[in-house]
């Protein structure tokens, strides 16, 4: 992205031992363009390898990521919804017995609920509220969990 040393600095900084994935929201952010979502879960990949050169056993989690539903974007969700069908198959395919890529499914925190402009979980439709941020994390909180990690 704008800031491809930050990946860099990230993955280096430190040995991590769990990485929370949660991207792809601004690629499907683009009213009147057709992202590329392939080129999405290209940079998953990229991301991936970055952690597991500093600990090759790093354990990862793609996130389904949240709603979308900006005022100026009528194709956002339908984006989401489809950058997100995406992610189980690349899971499968980039996990290793070693580093294992698990997926959480943040989105289904929201099935249900309104996540539009000026609701209980997002002021624009994009970003959560604090009670938005709650579901995510405890959505994340699940997937950790259900993975054996407290």
């Keep these: 992205g704008a800031n491809p040393d930050l990946l860099t600095q990230w993955a280096t900084g ?3 031992d769990v990485v929370l994935m949660h991207l792809g929201t601004n690629d499907c952010w683009s009213p009147g363009a057709v992202p590329d979502l392939q080129s999405v879960i290209d940079a998953f990949s990229i991301i991936i390898d970055a952690f597991r050169a500093t600990n090759p056993n790093v354990i ?3 996130a389904q990521i949240i709603p979308l539903n900006p ?4 194709t956002c969700e339908p984006r989401v919804v489809q950058l997100n069908g995406m992610i ?3 899971a499968v395919s980039k996990g290793t017995a070693a580093s294992p890529v698990y ?3 943040i989105h289904a925190a929201f099935d249900g ?3 539009t402009p000026n609701s209980t979980y997002s002021t624009d439709g994009a970003h959560p509220t604090p009670a938005g941020s709650q579901l995510m994390a405890d959505a994340w909180y699940a997937a950790l969990a ?5």
């Design 14 to 16: 430190s040995q991590y």
């Design 60 to 62: 990862v989690f793609v």
């Design 71 to 74: 005022a100026n974007c009528t």
């Design 88 to 90: 189980p198959a690349f």
């Design 103 to 105: 997926v959480a499914n």
């Design 113 to 115: 609920l309104a996540y």
């Design 146 to 150: 259900a993975k054996g990690i407290p």
